[in-house]
C-alpha cells in the first residue's frame, strides 16, 4: 500500500519561501513522476508540477518562475519550494504520485498525501 | 493558460443517472487531454477516480465511467448513491502542463 506523508511549515510571511517536503512508504519511489498540487481557499485546485527520480520536471507555466522541486531517491522523498510568497499562495498543498514513465496517458495521480495548509500572513 | 470549465452544481435523485462535463477553452476535448477525475469529500483529499479519459482505479465503483461526448470530457454515475454527495474535478493536460476544472459540487437528494 503506498502511503504519501507530508510536512511543512504552516504559516508564513509575505516574500518568504514555502518548503514542503512529501516521502513516500510502500511501493517504488523510482520510475514515477510525483507532482505538488494546491488547493485554495475557494477550493479550486491547481496543478504546481512534477518531478521524477532522476530530478527531470515540469512545471506550471504561471508559477514557473518560483518553483523548484528537488528529489532525495535515498530516503524516497520530494520536495517543494515556491519564493517570493503573498497572500494568494495561501492555500492546502498535497502531494500525489502522478504517475509512471514518462506518458501522459499513465498520469494516474492515484496516491495522494494528506495536505498541509499553508497561510501567507504578515 | 487554458482555462477548464465544469458545472458549478448538478442535483440528483438517489438511483438516478448524472453526467458531469469538462470543457476546454482551446477547443474539444479529445483523448490527447488524457482526461482524470476526481471526487473529494469534505475534509479529505481528492481521490482518484478516472485517468486517461475512461480508465478506472481498482476502487472506482462501477457506477462509474469516463467518456468524451459533444467536445467535452465526461464523467457519468449511473445509479446515484447518497455517499456520491460531493465535489468533482477534472484535470487535462496541455502540452507538459496539467489544468484543473473549477469542479462540481453534486448533491445527492
Known amino acids: 500500500q503506498v502511503q504519501l506523508q507530508q510536512w511543512g511549515a504552516g504559516l508564513l510571511k509575505p516574500s518568504e519561501t514555502l518548503s514542503l517536503t512529501c516521502a513516500v512508504y510502500g511501493g517504488s519511489f523510482n520510475g514515477y513522476f510525483w507532482t505538488w498540487i494546491r488547493q485554495s481557499p475557494g477550493k479550486q485546485l491547481e496543478w504546481i508540477g512534477e518531478i521524477n527520480h532522476s530530478g527531470n520536471t515540469n512545471y506550471n507555466p504561471s508559477l514557473k518562475s518560483r518553483v523548484t522541486m528537488s528529489v532525495d531517491t535515498s530516503k524516497s522523498q520530494f520536495s517543494l519550494h515556491l519564493t517570493s510568497v503573498t497572500a494568494a499562495d495561501t492555500a492546502v498543498y498535497y502531494c500525489a504520485r502522478g504517475g509512471a514513465g514518462t506518458a501522459p496517458s499513465k498520469r494516474k495521480n492515484d496516491y495522494w498525501g494528506q495536505g498541509t495548509l499553508v497561510t501567507v500572513s504578515s | ?109
Open chain 2, 1 to 109: 493558460q487554458a482555462v477548464v470549465t465544469q458545472e458549478p452544481s448538478l442535483t440528483v435523485s438517489p438511483g438516478g443517472t448524472v453526467t458531469l462535463t469538462c470543457a476546454s477553452s482551446t477547443g474539444a476535448v479529445t483523448s490527447g487531454f488524457y482526461a482524470n477525475w476526481f471526487q473529494q469529500k469534505p475534509g479529505q483529499a481528492p481521490r482518484a477516480l478516472i485517468y486517461s479519459t475512461n480508465n478506472k482505479h481498482s476502487w472506482t465503483p462501477a457506477r462509474f465511467s469516463g467518456s468524451l461526448l459533444g467536445g467535452k470530457g465526461v464523467l457519468t454515475l449511473s445509479g446515484v448513491q447518497p455517499e456520491d454527495e460531493a465535489d468533482y474535478y477534472c484535470l487535462l493536460y496541455y502540452g507538459g502542463s496539467w489544468v484543473f476544472g473549477g469542479g462540481t459540487r453534486l448533491t445527492v437528494l
